[in-house]
């Protein structure tokens, strides 16, 4: 069993930055790749980011690139996720989620299927 516990989320004005930590117990390995997805009300659940087991590779989805940045501390088993120039179509539930997947390449497209644990999520609002 792999245990995901997430936090930082909280309420923050348009144009502002949080930082959501996602920290990982149990039965990890050190070629996990890590992810992060969000819900908002009524939607989908989506895909956001994601690191490779090494943290060489790192994937975004095209709505947060270059205003979100993932990464990762393998000694502490934490992910991150650096959230800045928000916008109230940031606002959901942010889960982190871990895949076996190991992408050696960069070029893999880590999808919803490809995780296979998830945290709580925390949630995230952005007021306008």
């Known amino acids: 069993q792999v245990q995901l516990v997430e936090s930082g989320g909280g309420l923050v004005q348009a144009g502002g930055s949080l930082r959501l930590s996602c920290a990982a117990s149990g039965r990890t390995f050190s070629t996990d790749a890590m992810g992060w997805f969000r819900q908002a009300p009524g939607k989908e659940r989506e895909f956001v980011a994601a690191i490779s087991w090494n943290g060489v590779f790192t994937y975004y989805a095209d709505s947060v690139k270059g205003r979100f940045t993932i990464s990762r501390d393998s000694d502490k088993n934490t992910v991150y996720l650096q959230m800045n120039i928000l916008n109230p179509e940031d606002t959901a539930v942010y889960y982190c989620?871990?895949?076996?997947?190991?992408?050696?390449?960069?070029?893999?497209?880590?999808?919803?299927?490809?995780?296979?644990?998830w945290g709580q999520g925390t949630q995230v609002t952005v007021s306008s």
């Open positions: 989620a871990r895949s076996p997947v190991v992408d050696y390449s960069g070029s893999y497209d880590y999808q919803r299927k490809d995780f296979n644990y």
